[in-house]
């Protein structure tokens, strides 16, 4: 992975990782708002401008790829490359669970 990618997604977005998440099963942008959603119990709604312009700009650095149109949709699913930041932010995430969880235990003391 060339550093330009790394620094540019990681640390990731909610919008970024949610859409990378969502596109291990391809799917089309309306299905990643809705997982999304149903994901967060409504906590997190991607913005339609917001969710395209990072698809476009995702499959432009090559984390996605466009598979085939289906009902007026592009349908995408996650890359090679996409996998590996997605594992590299889930890894990050991780860690700040288990700094807090340790943090907070310590307190409880």
């Not at 119990?41 to 996605?64: C, F, N, Q, R």
């Not at 996409?82 to 700094?99: F, P, T």
Request: net charge positive.
């Amino acid at each position: 992975m060339d550093k330009h990618i790394k620094k540019v997604y990681v640390p990731m977005t909610e919008t970024g990782f949610y859409i990378l998440l969502n596109l291990r099963q391809e799917a089309h942008g309306y299905s990643i708002v809705k997982k999304t959603e149903q994901m967060t119990h409504g906590e997190v709604i991607l913005a339609p401008g917001t969710l395209y312009g990072s698809l476009s700009k995702m499959e432009k650095d090559g984390l996605i790829a466009f598979v085939r149109e289906e009902d007026k949709g592009k349908i995408y699913k996650i890359t090679d490359l996409g996998q590996k930041v997605l594992d590299l932010e889930i890894k990050r995430i991780q860690r700040l669970y288990e700094s807090v969880k340790e943090m907070t235990s310590d307190e409880k003391r």
